[in-house]
């Protein structure tokens, strides 16, 4: 019997797992990032090939804070899972959004 690792992981995971034709795998969880654009309220944001610029963000003493109307805490938690498991590239901006 042969594993279907697409379905079962998607299933369990909810990552999708492609073998592309140079002979690499292409772990992708698309259902948590769409999952993460709702919560915030971005679905029609724009595409960036760099997640954030890579310097520390400054301490802002003086800024008025957040008036957002998502859970930070929770956004922030799927984004540590994402860069965890599949997207290692957007690390430094998720640890800039945890400050």
Not at 6 to 14: M, P
Not at 75 to 81: D, R
């Amino acid at each position: 019997m042969e594993l279907n690792l697409k379905d079962d992981v998607v299933g369990f995971l909810d990552v999708l797992i492609e073998k592309l034709e140079t002979n690499k795998i292409e772990l992708t969880h698309t259902g948590l990032i769409k999952q993460i654009l709702q919560a915030m309220d971005i679905e029609g944001a724009n595409l960036k090939a760099k997640p954030a610029k890579t310097e520390a963000l400054p301490v802002d003493k003086l800024g008025n804070p957040t008036q957002a109307s998502f859970k930070n805490a929770s956004i922030v938690g799927m984004l540590q899972f994402l860069q965890g498991r599949t997207r290692p590239d957007i690390t430094f901006a998720v640890s800039q959004c945890t400050r």
